[in-house]
């Protein structure tokens, strides 16, 4: 999961914190449609190994530079570089799950929905909780990404359940961690467009997650 510097920003409000937030839930709330558009188009596409790369990975990463621009406006262009190839490449996987399994997917996105709102409002009330495991949940976050790597070159790790739930828990309690952080930096307009990258990339993760645990219990 990658992170940009957001989080480091110092200096003034230029809004009140609650238009911070609306601003930041309209942000979201786009990206996520975006997403769904563009993997209802994409549903029958099978991309080749250089296309997932570019477009998984290298558009994504310039879209994340984009956003340290400190420009709002290049920051949500740098956004929209995240969303949209996400959903490109998550089109081929919800068909199949879909096919397999019809539902799995609204109910993996019910799932995160509600997920999603706990942790966040969890990250507002609980503080000094998030505070004191950032640390903790950056190694776990480490340890996950070697996990996966390792699953490349071992396919049998990735049949074991729970390492989707405990990824899935790291991701959860991402969110919230990054609500808290963001109730901590300046309430700008370039910041609410950053930590919103953030935010969905935290997002886009769990629902993967949950929809491979949904996946397993139905096989």
Known sequence: ????DVYERT???TMSRSSFYFVMGCILSWGFIATYIVS?????WQPGIIEILVIGLVIP??????SISGSA???FGGFNLVVIPFGALLGPVLMQYEVATPGIVSEAAALTAAITAVMALSGLTFPKFYESIGGALFGALSALVVVSILSLFI??????????????GIFALYIGFDM???????ATLDN???VSISLYLDVINLFIRILSILGKKDD
């Open 73 to 75: 406006l290049v920051s």
């Open 192 to 194: 609410a467009v950053d």
């Open 180 to 186: 808290w952080r963001a109730s901590e930096i300046p």
């Open 61 to 66: 990463i310039v879209g994340i530079v984009m």
């Open 11 to 13: 200096g003034a409000d």
């Open 1 to 4: 999961m990658i992170k940009s």
């Open 155 to 168: 396919p049998a790790l990735s049949g074991f359940t729970i390492i989707h739930y405990i990824a899935a």
């Open 40 to 44: 209802n188009l994409t549903s029958s």
